[in-house]
């Protein structure tokens, strides 16, 4: 196993409910360790072991967001 980071970019975040919504979908996906999220600049920084990176992305998408 390793341990890596990812960097998203999240359209549509505007405020602090937004920032854990996000949290709490990409926080769910398998080996993820911590999520930050950024809301001025939109990046979601995740940390993890085996991140599936199109779970990551799913998990934005069904906290209503979308990722580019
Ligand atoms: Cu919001």
């Given at each position: 196993m390793?341990?890596t980071?990812q960097?998203?970019?999240?359209?549509?975040?505007?405020?602090?409910?937004?920032?854990?919504?996000?949290?709490?979908?990409?926080?769910?996906?398998?080996?993820?360790d911590?999520?930050?999220?950024?809301?001025d600049?939109g990046?979601v920084?995740?940390?993890?072991?085996?991140?599936d990176?199109?779970?990551v992305?799913?998990?934005?998408?069904e906290?209503g967001?979308?990722?580019?």
């Amino acid at each position: 196993m390793s341990t890596t980071e990812q960097s998203y970019t999240v359209q549509g975040m505007t405020c602090h409910s937004c920032v854990t919504m996000v949290s709490d979908e990409v926080g769910e996906v398998a080996g993820v360790d911590s999520v930050e999220v950024d809301l001025d600049s939109g990046t979601v920084t995740v940390q993890g072991d085996d991140v599936d990176e199109a779970a990551v992305r799913r998990a934005i998408v069904e906290a209503g967001f979308e990722t580019s």
